[in-house]
């Protein structure tokens, strides 16, 4: 399948299988919430795993080359001769990214969202990390989070060429 021509459309191009290597964690998770359902415990995927596994996706469907933890807000590169900076957020929930206000920021942002118990992800942002970030104030502290809503709509006024390509 491949990405509408209608300008910003998400597509079933923009969903994905999330790599088969996480499904025993995934199992393993749901057998914790069958055991345990009478509790309410949700066992949720969040915070480092998530942000890890959205790195590996971004890897695999976009052929970023990810970075050794060398800096802040850049997770790896773009391929082609530019190198462009890549930074990539991922969330279990239906919350927004967080960001800390950086004086370096990368040139792109990929934002997924992971629907664990669907086995499926989608990508919500694909574009400059600037057209991300347009709504934010000009400085503060500690973190702040980017809705998701806006990320769809700005998401969705980009251009094709404005995206990185996705390659799987």
Same mark, same amino acid.
């Given at each position: 399948?491949?990405? /509408?021509? *209608?300008? /910003?459309?998400?597509? @079933?191009?923009?969903?994905?299988?999330?790599?088969?290597?996480?499904?025993?964690? @995934?199992?393993?998770?749901?057998?914790? =919430?069958?055991?345990? %359902?009478? !509790?309410?415990?949700?066992?949720? &995927?969040?915070?480092?795993?998530?942000? +890890?596994?959205?790195?590996?996706? %971004?890897?695999?469907?976009? +052929?970023?080359?990810?970075?050794?933890?060398?800096?802040?807000?850049? +997770?790896?590169?773009?391929? /082609?001769?530019? $190198? *462009?900076?890549?930074?990539?957020?991922?969330? /279990?929930? #239906?919350?927004?990214? %967080? #960001?800390?206000?950086?004086?370096?920021?990368? +040139?792109? &942002? &990929?934002? #997924?969202?992971?629907?664990?118990? $669907?086995?499926?992800?989608?990508?919500? #942002?694909?574009?400059?990390?600037?057209?991300? @970030? %347009?709504?934010?104030? !000009? !400085?503060?502290?500690?973190?702040?989070?980017?809705?998701?809503?806006?990320?769809?709509?700005?998401?969705?006024? @980009?251009?094709?060429?404005? =995206? &990185?390509?996705?390659?799987?």
């Amino acid at each position: 399948m491949e990405r /509408g021509n *209608k300008r /910003g459309s998400l597509t @079933l191009m923009d969903e994905f299988e999330l790599p088969r290597e996480i499904q025993p964690l @995934l199992a393993a998770r749901d057998k914790l =919430r069958g055991r345990y %359902a009478s !509790s309410g415990l949700r066992f949720t &995927l969040d915070g480092n795993l998530v942000g +890890d596994i959205g790195e590996a996706v %971004a890897a695999e469907l976009f +052929d970023i080359m990810l970075t050794h933890r060398c800096g802040q807000a850049i +997770d790896g590169f773009a391929p /082609g001769p530019e $190198r *462009k900076s890549v930074q990539v957020k991922a969330s /279990g929930t #239906f919350r927004g990214p %967080a #960001f800390r206000k950086l004086e370096t920021g990368a +040139d792109y &942002l &990929l934002f #997924f969202h992971f629907d664990f118990d $669907r086995r499926v992800g989608k990508v919500i #942002f694909n574009g400059p990390e600037r057209v991300a @970030l %347009a709504k934010m104030p !000009s !400085s503060w502290t500690g973190q702040r989070m980017v809705p998701v809503g806006y990320l769809r709509q700005a998401n969705a006024e @980009l251009q094709d060429s404005d =995206r &990185l390509p996705r390659i799987r």
